[in-house]
T-cell receptor, first 114, second 112 residues
Framework: SAVISQKPSRDICQRGTSLTIQCQVD?????MFWYRQQPGQSLTLIAT?????????ESGFVIDKFPISRPNLTFSTLTVSNMSPEDSSIYLC???????????FGSGTQLSVL | KQEVTQIPAALSVPEGENLVLNCSFT??????LQWFRQDPGKGLTSLLL?????REQTSGRLNASLDKSSGRSTLYIAASQPGDSATYLC???????????FGSGTRLQVQP
């Protein structure tokens, strides 16, 4: 199984600021994704992080608000820009294992925006 | 667009009971289906993965079945324990799209 290190685990931020979340995987993975889980809801896919190129965003999510980088196969960052209280959520990094195709998740980043 | 529904939304059972969680999906052209467990304040733990060509997978007290033609999956938990208390999420990846679409989850509480 893939071991994913995601940080920070939680943060409290002021409106209008930005936060960058990091995701580091200990093994080769085929794909990396970023999900959001709003309070009391299930997971929604934000984007697919593509190595060396622009991320592929889902409907309702845009690069200016959620810029994503993936400089190599095992590392990605998600930035939540110009935050508002509506961005308060858990953000999760996930990867598809190259060995068994299972999807694994980081422990998540609990973001609260005041 | 794939949609995943889970029933019931919440379930409370006494310890030792066998139980079934249900998942349905609208597009049968799936690549695989996964069941996850989510504990409060923690990430997701993968429980079982069923490929589209498979009918079921088993791990310990857990058994997941897949009926692709009817768009349904069930997660069977035998001899439930208080430690099984968590939210269980069903998710499917569609053919040609590896990202998962999640259901809203079933919140399970097993009473000691």
């Amino acid at each position: 199984s893939a071991v994913i290190s995601q940080k920070p685990s939680r943060d409290i931020c002021q409106r209008g600021t930005s936060l960058t979340i990091q995701c580091q995987v200990d093994s080769q993975v085929t794909m990396m994704f970023w999900y959001r889980q709003q309070p009391g809801q299930s997971l929604t896919l934000i984007a697919t992080a593509n190595q060396g190129s622009e991320a592929t965003y889902e409907s309702g999510f845009v690069i200016d608000k959620f810029p994503i980088s993936r400089p190599n196969l095992t590392f990605s960052t998600l930035t939540v820009s110009n935050m508002s209280p509506e961005d308060s959520s858990i953000y999760l990094c996930s990867v598809v294992s190259a060995t068994n195709e299972k999807l694994f998740f980081g422990s998540g980043t609990q973001l609260s925006v005041l | 667009k794939q949609e995943v529904t889970q029933i019931p939304a919440a379930l409370s059972v006494p310890e030792g009971e066998n139980l079934v969680l249900n998942c349905s999906f609208t597009d049968s052209a799936i690549y695989n289906l996964q069941w996850f467990r989510q504990d409060p304040g923690k990430g997701l733990t993968s429980l079982l993965l069923i490929q589209s060509s498979q009918r079921e997978q088993t791990s310990g007290r857990l058994n997941a079945s897949l009926d692709k033609s009817s768009g349904r999956s069930t997660l069977y938990i035998a001899a439930s324990q208080p430690g099984d208390s968590a939210t269980y999420l069903c998710a499917v990846s569609s053919a040609g799209r590896r990202a998962l679409t999640f259901g809203s989850g079933t919140r399970l509480q097993v009473q000691p």
